[in-house]
């Protein structure tokens, strides 16, 4: 499977953004999609990830009641929504494809994933 991600910018503290990840390919057995981020000089962090089989979510801490992650699987995208953005949203944000059983606690973990699409620049400032 090839991700594509895209919608990101460079929005003010409060603003909102909306990042897509379209998948192609061979689209069929993934497990979960997921949003990761990294910052410079940082590891790259889950951010929130969707799993196919329940339809289950998961956020990290950070970004639960600001983020929504949801999904269209007749056009094989994952969406982000993110609102109330903060200067330290600030990151590269990639979306990951999984074909390995994910149990809830791993959702967030980036080595459960397989496949990676290039990053999309998020930018708050404050």
């Known amino acids: 499977v090839q991700l594509q991600a895209s919608g990101g910018g460079l929005v003010q503290t409060g603003g909102s953004l909306r990042l897509s990840c379209l998948a192609s390919?061979?689209?069929?057995?993934?497990?979960?999609i997921g949003w990761f981020r990294q910052a410079p000089g940082k590891e790259r962090e889950g951010v929130s990830s969707?799993?196919?089989?329940?339809?289950?979510?998961k956020y990290d801490e950070s970004v639960k009641g600001r983020f929504t992650i949801s999904r269209d699987n007749a056009k094989n995208a994952v969406y982000l929504q993110m609102n109330s953005l903060k200067p330290e949203d600030t990151a590269v944000y990639f979306c990951?494809?999984?074909?390995?059983?994910?149990?809830?606690?791993?959702?967030?973990?980036?080595?459960?994933?397989?496949?990676w699409g290039q990053g999309t620049q998020v930018t708050v400032s404050s």
């Open positions: 969707i799993r196919n089989r329940d339809r289950s979510t």
């Open positions: 990951a494809a999984s074909r390995l059983g994910i149990i809830s606690s791993a959702m967030l973990n980036p080595d459960m994933y397989n496949s």
């Open positions: 390919g061979f689209t069929q057995g993934y497990t979960a």
